[in-house]
Nanobody
Framework: QVQLVESGGGLVQAGGSLRLSCATS????????MGWFRQAPGKEREFVAA??????RYADSVKGRFTISRDNAKNTVYLQMNSLKPDDTAVYYC????????????????WGQGTQVTVSS
């Protein structure tokens, strides 16, 4: 398995931006599909964005505001979050899977510990 460590969370006002990072270690990074999920208080964990090879996917709620990218040389995946809204407040988790289709809350191979993002109104 690959080990994942998120960073970059914090408190930001509505309309602001944050960039989350997920550093990986362990197995070779490049073959993995990488993604971001989030979990708000009292809600289930939900998909945010994923990247595998040249393919990216986004939840409808973040399209046009969030951008996922990866740097295979640094074994790191990023989530640039712009135009943040209070509804984006959640713990954000990085995840890895052997294929894009496996990058779900129940089938991902590895998870990070999460980083808190709080957006104030």
């Amino acid at each position: 398995q690959v080990q994942l460590v998120e960073s970059g969370g914090g408190l930001v006002q509505a309309g602001g931006s944050l960039r989350l990072s997920c550093a990986t270690s362990g197995r070779t990074f490049s073959p993995y599909a990488m993604g971001w999920f989030r979990q708000a208080p009292g809600k289930e964990r939900e998909f945010v964005a994923a990247v595998s090879g040249g393919v990216t996917r986004y939840a409808d709620s973040v399209k046009g505001r969030f951008t996922i990218s990866r740097d295979n040389a640094k074994n790191t995946v990023y989530l640039q979050m712009n135009s943040l809204k209070p509804d984006d407040t959640a713990v954000y988790y990085c995840a890895a899977a052997g294929a894009l289709g496996r990058l779900t809350t129940t089938r991902a191979d590895s998870w990070g510990q999460g980083t808190q993002v709080t957006v104030s109104s």
